[in-house]
């Protein structure tokens, strides 16, 4: 990356564990598509939704502290 201040690697590792854990989600949702209930494929896709809003701000601030 450009920098290798603490605040960059905070958020690079938090990508990198919000992408594994988004790709997991993603995994249930494709696997199991059968078995699971509405309610279950809307828990899942609620839970990546907040992941993904929780990664926007994480870049956000970050932008905003620069």
Do not use: C, W
Request: without cysteine; proline residues 2%.
């Amino acid at each position: 990356m450009y920098g290798s201040s603490p605040t960059t690697q905070k958020i690079e590792n938090y990508d990198y564990y919000a992408k594994a854990e988004q790709q997991r989600l993603q995994a249930e949702l494709d696997n199991k598509v059968a078995k699971l209930s509405n309610q279950d494929r809307a828990d899942i896709i609620a839970a990546q939704r907040a992941l993904e809003k929780q990664m926007q701000k994480q870049h956000l601030q970050a932008f905003l502290k620069k």
